[in-house]
């Protein structure tokens, strides 16, 4: 995904933090949490294992579906892990680069992905856990890719200009990736039994083709799969394509049965504020949607014009209904993008009975006082998905019979 940099100047006026708990129930009794004038009431919250920070990386895609595989432990009772991020994006690096060679320097060789390359490096390399490969290897207590992209980049043009991937080339790739996240263990010893990072994905038991993306889209048949056209799906994997309505049934049987769900989609909207905790499809979408797209870009300082500061964030203003015309348009004139993958973790409504999805983001704890949450409304959502990702056991079984899963 893109990068996200360390910019935002948190505004914090939420008054409840609110972290993952432990129920996989709908709750109709949670405390209110407070965003400004909304009042929020959990009606599910599922469990998901600590908020973390992909600091100034656009390694979105792997925090988001890291955590989206960690609820899925907790889940099938597994227990709690904290796995590597790392360790996926490494591997995902050296998939870049050789798509990059084939495709005569042609490729996408950005910091972002999607959902599909962590299970595509996890079924590949299998994964170890965050302790044993932290992936900072430069001296830094956050991650900071853009040096090491940089190299990544300047490399890649080597054996494309030289029609050959030399193994010097191979070693020169390698010592970068060693410098920066540091030597990949081949075995490694974890609560006292020893792995290789393949054998430790097998210990957790986790199938990745249980696990499909679905979509929305008119331009290509529902009930089919199809190429999302996004520059982060550079291995351009197809995704199940469904009506509207449909992918919120989806995600609305997925939770409220037990299963979190991985997303991605569009944050540039003015009604987009983390900081806030909130987001919400108060104004037209933006027309340019060109300008910048880390951080810095969703969340700025009020004085510069923070998104979401006359957006209606700041109490439950009037929404645009969403519409699946509205949600394709969006799409077409770019100003929906696949900016950001996030992890859906419930579902709460706010004093006006409006549906929200309970969403951990991978910007750290202390950026908004919900402890790195927000709340995005289901018109936010149905205008600003991408995709998700979820089991496929969490599809309702009239749907999957439709999409032959």
């Not at 999607?114 to 079924?123: E, S, W």
């Not at 193994?167 to 006292?192: N, S, W």
Request: neutral net charge; proline residues 5%.
């Amino acid at each position: 995904m893109k990068a996200f940099f360390l910019t935002i100047i948190s505004t914090a006026i939420l008054t409840v933090q609110v972290s993952a708990q432990n129920s996989g129930a709908a709750r109709q009794q949670q405390p209110a949490m407070q965003s400004g004038e909304y009042i929020f009431t959990s009606m599910v919250d599922l469990k998901a294992t600590p908020v973390k920070n992909q600091a100034s990386t656009g390694t979105c895609w792997c925090f988001a579906t890291t955590s989206f595989i960690e609820s899925e432990l907790l889940r099938t009772g597994k227990g709690e892990y904290d796995l590597s991020e790392m360790f996926i994006v490494r591997n995902n690096y050296l998939d870049k680069l050789k798509d990059n060679y084939l495709r005569q320097g042609k490729g996408n060789l950005g910091q972002g992905s999607l959902a599909h390359d962590f299970m595509i490096v996890f079924t590949r390399e299998g994964i170890v856990p965050d302790e044993v490969y932290p992936g900072l290897n430069y001296g830094s207590p956050t991650h900071n890719h853009s040096e090491l992209n940089a190299f990544i980049n300047a490399v890649a043009a080597v054996p494309v200009q030289r029609k050959n991937e030399s193994r010097q080339y191979h070693q020169i790739v390698d010592a970068i990736l060693d410098v920066y996240l540091g030597k990949v263990p081949e075995k490694f010893t974890y609560k006292g039994v020893s792995y290789t990072p393949q054998s430790f994905a097998k210990s957790l038991g986790i199938n990745p083709s249980d696990y499909v993306e679905i979509t929305s889209f008119t331009h290509f048949p529902f009930y089919t799969r199809g190429i999302v056209e996004v520059p982060d799906n550079w291995r351009m994997e197809k995704f199940y394509n469904v009506p509207l309505d449909e992918l919120i049934q989806i995600m609305d049987y997925s939770l409220t049965n037990g299963y979190t769900v991985a997303w991605d989609g569009d944050v540039s909207e003015r009604g987009f504020s983390h900081a806030r905790g909130v987001a919400v499809m108060s104004a037209p979408p933006a027309a340019d949607n060109s300008a910048g797209t880390d951080r810095a870009r969703f969340e700025r300082p009020a004085a510069q014009g923070r998104q979401g500061e006359d957006a209606g964030t700041s109490d439950p203003a009037p929404e645009i209904n969403v519409t699946q015309e509205i949600r394709q348009a969006g799409y077409e004139n770019f100003s929906t993008t696949d900016d950001h993958l996030m992890h859906l973790t419930g579902i709460v409504k706010d004093q006006n009975g409006t549906k929200y999805y309970k969403t951990k983001n991978s910007w750290g704890t202390e950026r908004n006082t919900f402890g790195g949450y927000l709340n995005m409304s289901e018109n936010y959502v149905k205008a600003k998905t991408i995709f998700i990702m979820v089991h496929k056991n969490a599809i309702p079984p009239a749907i999957r019979t439709k999409l032959g899963i």
